[in-house]
């Protein structure tokens, strides 16, 4: 079915982008992949719009690049989606109904699940749909992906477990993200805050012994099995164009570090 072997080719390029076997400035055009993949020309620009809506291609007039990501990068959206989780914990909190049992089931998942397992990373994206209201609060949650690419959670799950000693860091949040919803609304703002600590912490060991976010053959297997839904609890067909990210990434002041997607 052409479905099946779009999402094998996503699924696939995919992976060979995260093991960085192209140059950064490597034009891919798309009658190169027509020809290996055995896809349609539309069907294979559907999968490469979706990477790079994703996060990990970008878009040119006739050709894609790979996305270039750095410290800088995954520090800020880290900063990004803890302003996010900040909001939207908050209201979770307050309102004591359906959507904090969810989190807090979806959280004991976590705290329960390998974090170098797959399913980990899958449980942690729909806890974060859930605390953003997919289907609900919809605005919270358009705004969130457009300004946190989807490439920027595998890219950080990915490096936090890629070593033993970050891979107890992970098992360390999952289980202070349980405490941290059985309580108050400060109790609720004062884990969330030791939480993104201690992810900061890791990520940037992390980044320290991979600045450049690349990874191995054995360091992704069994790990890119699934195209994940994005944080709007949506997996979006093959067939759309490129929806860009609206803001840049700049840590610098006067210098600009575009994150374009």
């Known amino acids: 079915m052409p479905q099946a072997a779009q999402l094998k080719f996503y699924l ?10 192209f140059a950064p400035d490597e034009r891919l055009v798309t ?24 996060g990990y291609l970008i878009k040119h007039k006739r050709s894609y690049t790979p996305a270039v990501w750095c410290s800088d990068s995954m520090l800020e959206c880290t900063d990004r989606l803890e302003v996010f989780v900040e909001i939207c914990a908050a209201r979770v909190i307050r309102e004591r109904g359906v959507r904090l049992q969810k989190l807090q089931q979806l959280a004991g998942v976590m705290a329960s699940t390998d974090p170098a397992n797959e399913a980990f990373l899958l449980s942690a994206l729909e806890w974060v749909s859930a605390l953003f209201g997919a289907g609900e609060r919809r605005t ?29 860091v992970v098992g360390k949040v999952a289980a202070q993200n349980v405490k941290a919803l059985e309580g108050d609304l400060p109790g609720v703002r004062e884990g969330q805050v030791k939480i993104f600590e201690n992810v900061r912490r890791a990520l940037e060991l992390g980044l320290s012994s991979n600045p450049s976010l690349r990874f191995d ?45």
């Not at 696939?12 to 076997?21: F, G, S, V």
Request: charged share 20%.
């Open 31 to 54: 009658k190169t992949f027509t020809d290996t993949s055995g896809l349609t020309h539309s069907a294979t620009i559907g999968v490469l719009n979706a990477l790079s809506t994703d």
């Open 217 to 261: 053959r054995a360091q992704l297997l069994g790990r890119t099995e699934a195209r994940e839904p994005d944080v709007r609890g949506r997996v979006l067909a093959m067939s759309h164009p490129v929806y860009p990210l609206f803001l840049p990434v700049d840590r610098c002041s006067g210098i600009a570090v575009p994150l374009t997607v």
């Open 12 to 21: 696939d390029l995919r992976r060979r982008l995260l093991m960085d076997e």
């Open 140 to 168: 919270i949650a358009e705004v969130a992906h457009k300004l946190i690419p989807q490439a920027y959670y595998r890219l950080l799950w990915l490096l936090l477990i890629s070593h033993p000693s970050l891979r107890k």
